[in-house]
């Protein structure tokens, strides 16, 4: 079951394989935790739900997707992109989303700063500065380093550049 949510985070729909409400079909989500160029943090939704629901107009760019994984967190999507398609004889809405988290560090550039002497904690809170995110859990240290941050990057650029530095995962 996912929860449908708009701009504003408020609850518009459900999508469920259950019941007479909006089915949805082939859903999968994609994670990174590093690529060929070394740690990396990615998270991506894929998901399609067919037409004559009124949740299929809510499928659209500004709109959410909450999933409670099997883990027990919840997982908050923001749809980006969606085309027409056809599963079998159905025509669907495939939507593409991403993480909200991911989502947000993209949009945001983060400030020129060096630290002479940063701590994981320090680190990854600058880049989450007036993002509306912080860290839940950090039990990692991993030291002490000189940080330059350059203008221009996004705050993902850091999360991925600190994550190599620090050793760290998400």
């Given at each position: 079951?996912y929860?449908?949510?708009?701009p504003?985070l408020k609850v518009?729909?459900v999508l469920s394989?259950?019941?007479?409400?909006?089915k949805f079909?082939?859903?999968?989500r994609?994670?990174?935790?590093?690529?060929?160029?070394?740690k990396?943090w990615?998270d991506t939704l894929?998901i399609?739900?067919?037409?004559g629901?009124r949740?299929?107009?809510?499928?659209?760019?500004?709109y959410?997707l909450?999933?409670?994984?099997g883990d027990?967190?919840?997982?908050l999507?923001?749809?980006y992109d969606?085309e027409?398609?056809?599963?079998g004889?159905v025509?669907?809405k495939r939507?593409q989303?991403?993480?909200?988290?991911a989502w947000?560090?993209?949009?945001?550039i983060?400030p020129?700063?060096?630290?002479t002497?940063?701590?994981s904690q320090?680190?990854?809170?600058?880049?989450?500065?007036q993002?509306?995110?912080e860290?839940?859990?950090?039990d990692?240290?991993?030291?002490?380093?000189?940080l330059e941050?350059s203008?221009?990057n996004?705050?993902q650029?850091?999360?991925?550049?600190?994550?190599?530095?620090?050793?760290?995962?998400?």
């Open positions: 079951m929860l449908i949510l708009d504003d518009c729909g394989l259950e019941g007479k409400g909006c079909y082939d859903d999968l994609s994670t990174k935790i590093a690529d060929d160029q070394g990396i990615s894929q399609s739900v067919p037409y629901y949740e299929t107009e809510y499928m659209t760019q500004g959410h909450l999933k409670q994984g027990g967190y919840f997982y999507y923001r749809i969606w027409d398609a056809a599963v004889p025509h669907v939507v989303a991403m993480n909200r988290l947000d560090l993209t949009h945001k983060v020129a700063r060096t630290f002497n940063a701590n320090q680190a990854f809170e600058y880049i989450l500065q993002t509306g995110w860290i839940g859990e950090n990692f240290f991993g030291g002490e380093k000189k941050f203008a221009g996004t705050a650029y850091w999360l991925d550049q600190l994550t190599q530095q620090f050793g760290v995962e998400i």
